[in-house]
């Protein structure tokens, strides 16, 4: 090999160890203590996300039905965790809320603030809900469209619902979050239709996430071709369990195929874990990117 080829080769080479190891370095920290690590539990048919930043500000977004209960509190305790910053409850539903009157009741765990879409529920399970705040010491406080909040290293932007509404559709009330830590994005859309996320795209309010929480269980009335053509996510978590609904509809699951996104299920992969530095992130201890190293052909 000619001098000058060997030393293009050789620093070609020096060039694609360094980022390899940029990469690896990276994908240590995504994986270790000092990263976001989201948990998508699985709770059957139902929502259950637990968040925890490299500081330990903790989130619990819903908390599955009332029979998942007991496993919510075992996955926050089996994580090591003893204090909840906020629980949010993103609607009333009790495949939301009720495993949260679980969590609200165990005296090891503290919790210090409960928000929700500020539209109350009229189910007993929703009442139970409310007394286990209550019993708490706590008061539920309302988070709405166009709130910004900062949870410890995170930022939240409340995407709906809006304030005001007149006796809205459980549902369509739901709380719809856009997490951002470091560059990456993380969106919560509780059990929107296709119609809120009309909504939500009309607001101009920037959606594109790396990872999406399908809505409402991956039913055929959510995630739109338009809905996902503005979030543009890499990962498509499905929280669903045995149901006589459908859920995930086929046609979801194509919508979600054709957008690009690797799709996750809890009732085929368990629970999903996200971890991320805030600059790459991994899910299921799956990195997202490939690192392609060239080897240099010999020239004469």
Not at 18 to 37: D, E, P, V
């Amino acid at each position: 090999m000619h001098l000058g080829k060997r030393k293009i080769a050789i620093g070609f080479l020096c060039g694609s160890i360094l980022i390899l190891l940029a990469f690896s370095i990276s994908f240590g920290k995504a994986r270790g203590a000092a990263a976001l690590q989201i948990s998508y539990i699985d709770v059957g048919e139902g929502d259950s996300i637990l968040l925890r930043d490299p500081g330990g500000f903790t989130i619990m977004i819903d908390g599955g039905k009332t029979t998942a209960g007991p496993a919510v509190v075992n996955y926050i305790k089996s994580k090591g965790i003893s204090t909840i910053d906020v629980i949010l409850a993103t609607h009333a539903d009790a495949d939301h809320i009720g495993g949260l009157i679980d969590v609200l009741q165990d005296n090891t765990i503290a919790v210090q603030r409960v928000l929700y879409n500020g539209y109350a529920g009229t189910t007993q399970t929703w009442n139970n809900f409310v007394a286990a705040v209550t019993n708490k010491g706590l008061t539920l406080e309302a988070a709405q469209f166009p709130e910004t909040l900062q949870f410890g290293a995170l930022t939240v932007w409340v995407m709906n619902p809006a304030a005001a509404l007149e006796s809205p559709d459980s549902n369509q009330a739901s709380i719809v979050l856009k997490i951002l830590y470091g560059s990456k994005a993380f969106l919560f859309t509780g059990d929107i239709d296709t119609t809120i996320e009309a909504t939500v795209i009309a607001r101009q309010t920037p959606l594109a996430s790396d990872i999406l929480k399908v809505a409402h269980h991956g039913s055929t009335y959510s995630s739109s071709p338009n809905f996902l053509a503005s979030v543009q996510p890499k990962e498509a978590v499905i929280s669903v369990g045995p149901n006589s609904y459908g859920h995930p509809a086929v046609d979801t699951l194509a919508r979600l195929q054709a957008a690009g996104a690797r799709v996750w299920r809890t009732d085929v992969n368990g629970n999903v874990i996200a971890n991320s530095d805030g600059i790459i992130y991994t899910i299921s201890n799956i990195p997202i990117y490939n690192i392609y190293i060239p080897v240099m052909m010999n020239a004469n």
